[in-house]
């Protein structure tokens, strides 16, 4: 539920981040999946973003009673949820969460784990 949501919100910043000989296989191989150009994917990206925000409902729900998904500390669970994010952070500017978000906060925290490895990897600060 959550990959095809954000990669459709993020598509066009992946093309982006390609090196040109990648760039043609990729459009090619999105556009046919999607149907459309890579350019109409992200059409309205922003009014688009609640849909993407609403789908975090029951992360929500789980990270008001506890600390991580799995529990009171990180466990498989987090690390698959946070590795969308992370995919995300990685490759685009575009702002899925905001500050005030229990899922910002915990992906702060995810960030952090490990001596901040996640926060060191190249990345936007978003």
């Not at 539920?1 to 981040?17: A, G, K």
């Not at 008001?64 to 969308?84: L, M, R």
Request: aromatic share 12%; with cysteine; hydrophobic share 40%.
């Amino acid at each position: 539920v959550l990959h095809p949501e954000l990669l459709q919100l993020v598509v066009m910043d992946i093309y982006n981040n390609l090196t040109q000989k990648d760039q043609n296989y990729f459009r090619e191989s999105r556009e046919k999946r999607f149907g459309k150009a890579l350019e109409e994917i992200v059409i309205n990206r922003d009014e688009r973003l609640p849909r993407f925000q609403k789908l975090l409902n029951p992360l929500r729900t789980t990270l008001k009673k506890q600390d991580f998904v799995a529990g009171e500390t990180p466990g498989f669970s987090d690390y698959i949820v946070f590795g969308a994010f992370q995919w995300a952070r990685c490759i685009s500017e575009f702002s899925l969460l905001n500050a005030d978000d229990s899922v910002y906060s915990w992906r702060e925290k995810m960030l952090n784990l490990h001596d901040g490895l996640a926060r060191n990897a190249v990345g936007y600060a978003v």
